[in-house]
């Protein structure tokens, strides 16, 4: 595809484009990150990122660009087609989409699925090989559930979602339009309630149900744990890594994310585009309120205020686990220092 029919597609984007410059109108096969495109790719440099050095030794044909006229200046140099966009990796992404159109999904039932009774199938809905689906059971239209993934009974699964395969989603389970279930996610699992008792732990029967708002993403092997009662509510718009736990009757808002390992224990609430790194930890019943970042590893075992960055175990503001961070190193000298005072 030639450059400027990318133009075209990115001026209908949501990327913001400002200004651009085909006068080579390169052919581009795909698209690579800046230190290994070739001349017949395309590639972007992050806003606010200063690796002017790597623009100067790139070979891509064609490369997106933040408004630093430093920047616009060097590409024109040697000769790239550019472009200044707004947000150069929303970009990126708009060009990786049509660059890499997806293929049109299959439609239509494999003769090895096992449907139950009662189960209302939308339109051009696709259901895989070795499929099973329990007894009253709702698929949306465009849907696409692949191979081996087992839907138990009562489920509802909303327009346009996508279950990859070996996926499981346990009873009741309510999935809302536009989700996306990764491999081995499992849905609805039963929450981890035991009762303890002077005879050992007794179960506490878990009766709730699981709901995913709209446009909900569920990374591989991560799991949704259902409440005694009541629901596991995950917000709209919600994204989440593979290796995930959530547990039982966790809340969170819209617009969440979080990386892989990140562990939910119950009841935890999370408000509105809350971002938890990668092996985070959120404690019983912790409230973390909107707009709340947390970096890896942060064990978050008390209530957060809303907006606040936060780092260490146990979690603390950024700034101060910083400082913190600087001395840890210097701690053993420190404390010689003391001993020798002491004397």
């Not at 070979?59 to 933040?66: F, V």
């Not at 309510?174 to 002077?198: D, K, M, R, W, Y």
């Not at 917000?235 to 892989?260: E, P």
């Not at 205020?305 to 686990?321: D, H, R, T």
Request: charged share 20%.
């Amino acid at each position: 595809m030639k450059f400027s029919k990318l133009i075209s597609c990115l001026k209908k984007g949501k990327a913001e484009l400002q200004e651009y410059d085909f006068a080579q109108d390169p052919l581009l096969l795909g698209a690579e990150s800046l230190d290994k495109a070739e001349s017949h790719q395309i590639s972007f440099l992050e806003t606010g990122n200063s690796l002017s050095s790597e623009l100067i030794n790139s070979k891509a044909g064609a490369i997106l660009l933040p408004d630093e006229e430093k920047l616009r200046g060097i590409a024109i140099q040697k000769g790239i087609a550019w472009a200044t966009l707004k947000n150069p990796r929303l970009a990126f992404a708009e060009c990786l989409d049509v660059l890499h159109p997806k293929k049109q999904p299959l439609v239509g039932v494999h003769s090895s699925a096992v449907i139950g009774k009662n189960v209302l199938l939308g339109e051009h809905v696709f259901i895989g090989a070795n499929v099973y689906i329990g007894d009253n059971c709702r698929i949306g239209s465009n849907s696409l559930i692949h191979p081996g993934t087992v839907i138990y009974e009562e489920v509802v699964v909303g327009e346009g979602c996508e279950i990859h395969a070996n996926s499981v989603i346990q009873r009741k389970s309510n999935l809302g339009s536009q989700c996306v279930i990764h491999s081995n996610a499992v849905i609805g699992s039963e929450g981890f309630g035991f009762v303890p008792t002077n005879q050992g732990w007794r179960k506490m029967p878990q009766t709730g149900i699981v709901v995913l708002e709209n446009e909900v993403e569920i990374g591989c092997g991560s799991t949704v744990d259902r409440p005694a009662v009541g629901e596991t509510r995950i917000g709209a718009g919600t994204k989440i890594d593979n290796l995930v736990q959530i547990g039982h009757g966790v809340v969170t808002g819209r617009g969440c994310a979080m990386a892989a390992q990140v562990g939910i224990a119950g009841g935890a609430h999370l408000g509105n585009g809350v971002i938890l790194a990668g092996q985070v930890g959120v404690g019983n019943r912790v409230n973390v309120g909107d707009g709340v970042i947390a970096s890896s590893k942060t064990g978050i075992h008390a209530d957060v205020q809303s907006g606040e960055v936060i780092s260490g175990f146990p979690a603390m503001s950024n700034k101060l686990w910083l400082r913190c961070s600087a001395i840890f190193s210097k701690l053993p000298q420190l404390a010689k220092t003391v001993r020798q005072l002491q004397k």
